[in-house]
């Protein structure tokens, strides 16, 4: 009788490689952020600190570094600005300068541009992404994650027929700030009940990274 098969135990490389793989997983994101905060403060610190006048410097008036002043100065700056932006001289302000912009053809476009990006991701209203879905694209039998954002309204949902439809978002991988504007029968949608974060991750990690089923859950079906 012929002896049984032994399996092969790894060698000692693919038992280091293994081990290196997994460190890499738990100290590249935490190495990243720290990384990612220092530059940004550094950045920051670059451009706004030489416009403080040099005797009110902390390094002047205490005889002490005082790293990260141009983000304490920034941040100060916004609240002062957003505080006057609420009133009407602000507001007046704001328009004023917003139609000296609209006459400069290059200027105007960049600036509505950001201007569209960060009303989009600092907006904190009720018509952001709150659920996550699944909608049959590119052809039916194939199912992709989606968001919805709202309900189809005014023209184009008088377009459409009688049948509710709902304003989706289809994300790319693995970017999902890119993707596809969708306009869906809500009868041809499925709610799910992962929350949009985990929804995010799944599409950014090309499904690698599975929420876990015992975390609490999104939204689901109304």
């Known amino acids: 009788m012929s002896s049984p098969i032994r399996p092969h135990k790894r060698g000692l490389l693919a038992s280091l490689r293994n081990s290196f793989l997994t460190g890499l997983v ?7 952020t720290v990384w990612l905060i220092v530059s940004v403060v550094e950045f920051i610190d670059s451009k706004v600190v030489p416009l403080i006048p040099r005797r009110l410097l902390p390094d002047v008036l205490l005889d002490i570094s005082f790293p990260g002043l141009g983000v304490l100065v ?3 700056f916004t609240l002062v600005v957003g ?4 009133g009407l001289i602000g507001r007046s302000l704001i328009e004023w300068s917003e139609v000296i912009v609209a006459r400069m053809p290059v200027v105007r476009t960049i600036y509505n541009a950001i201007k569209q990006i960060a009303e989009t991701v600092l907006a904190q209203s009720s018509t952001s992404f709150n659920r996550s879905c699944l909608v049959q694209y590119p052809r039916p039998g194939l199912w992709a994650i989606a968001f919805v954002s709202t309900d189809a309204k005014g023209e184009i949902a008088a377009s459409m027929g009688a049948e509710k439809h709902l304003s989706v978002f289809l994300p790319t991988t693995p970017n999902p700030t890119s ?6 029968p809500e009868s041809e949608v499925v709610l799910l009940d992962m929350t949009v974060e985990d929804a995010a991750k799944l599409v950014i990690s090309a499904g690698l990274v599975v929420p876990d089923p015992e975390r609490p859950r999104g939204r689901g079906a109304r």
């Open 26 to 32: 738990v100290v590249a994101p935490a190495v990243l």
């Open 74 to 76: 920034f941040i100060l």
């Open 83 to 86: 505080a006057l932006a609420k």
């Open 179 to 184: 993707g596809f504007l969708l306009f869906v």
